[in-house]
């Protein structure tokens, strides 16, 4: 089946709900943000073995921005903006923002006057957008950095050609987003639960995208070279209750089946699920979490075709592939 066929199990996206998830999860996310942390700074690595100097880039999805300093000193003399669905996450970012500034405002007084001036151009810039719907004219960046945000729409196919129209021609996209495997454990307490219960099974975590399928979805939306890898990461926890609280403030449970206040059956389900997971404990008596982690990258091709349909040729391309006169 393929994963944006209208059987599937992922939810249709509403922009609406995911603003509400994030908005009420802000104030609390700094307690798990050690997960993006980490992914952030795998990815950056991964940058570091690709030429590319771009003077625009915009991270897609910033969230509370921790990305953005980070990108800002990768690529010093580009212009760094942000986009973020969530009003209250942005408003996080605003203040790291402003706090980073006020603190390197001393240094910046013995730059140079070109180069100070350079620095301040590059303050916080940022804007409440959908990742799927930019307020951007096409080709306004060199670089599209997303980091594990893609995985919260339903139909990523339709993401990348919105990515790819914002970027340049052999502009670099670089995202990261969760695969298949990831909350593996969370869905088998689930489906024990439900089981025990006599309830039927129902979806409780996102229906996570094989990389396999992304790289097509990439081709398919007009870039080219994909590059996608994928490793596991396993996050343990002592108790049921804390893998909880971890889980909800990510924003990655956001397809709890929905129960009335105080039922009983609501009780119960989570007592269920939190046997269950307890019976996943290890040797060492913690509970097992998975993260299957993807990383892609790809460049914007050049089109092949006007926006009317007619075949462009370009002039390096001429010549190629005749054969040799006798």
């Keep these: 089946m393929s994963p944006t066929s209208p059987e599937t199990s992922r939810p249709a996206y509403d922009s609406r709900r995911l603003r509400a998830i994030f908005d009420g999860r802000a104030a609390a996310f700094d307690e798990v943000a050690f997960l993006p942390r980490e992914i952030a700074e795998r990815m950056r690595e991964r940058l570091e073995y690709i030429k ?144 025990t219960l006599g309830l039927a099974s129902a979806p409780h975590t996102i229906d996570f995208v094989d990389m396999h399928d992304l790289g097509d979805m990439l081709v398919e939306s007009g870039f080219e070279i994909p590059v996608m890898d994928q490793e596991v990461l396993t996050i343990t926890y002592k108790s049921p209750e804390s893998l909880f609280a971890d889980v909800a403030r990510w924003g990655a449970y956001p397809f709890e089946r929905r129960f009335d206040a105080g039922r009983a059956d609501a009780k119960a389900l989570r007592g269920a699920v939190h046997r269950a997971l307890d019976a996943l404990r290890r040797d060492d008596g913690t509970i097992p979490l998975t993260f299957e982690v993807i990383y892609g990258h790809a460049w914007k091709a050049v089109p092949r075709t006007t926006a009317d349909g007619h075949g462009i040729v370009r002039l390096e391309d001429i010549g190629r592939g005749s054969k040799p006169r006798r």
């Design 52 to 195: 590319v100097a771009p003077m625009r880039i915009l991270d897609a999805a910033c969230g509370a921005g921790a990305d953005l300093g980070g990108l800002r000193e990768r690529f010093a003399e580009a212009s760094v903006t942000g986009v973020d669905i969530s009003s209250a996450m942005l408003a996080r970012a605003s203040a790291a923002e402003a706090a980073d500034a006020e603190s390197s405002a001393g240094w910046r007084r013995f730059l140079p006057t070109t180069l100070a001036k350079a620095f301040g151009a590059r303050g916080p810039q940022l804007a409440q957008a959908d990742f799927s719907a930019l307020p951007f004219a096409s080709g306004a960046f060199e670089l599209l950095w997303s980091n594990l945000a893609l995985h919260w729409h339903a139909r990523p196919d339709l993401v990348f050609p919105e990515w790819q129209r914002v970027l340049k021609v052999n502009g670099l996209l670089m995202f990261s987003t969760f695969g298949p495997d990831t909350l593996r454990e969370l869905r088998a307490a689930y489906r024990e639960a439900e089981r």
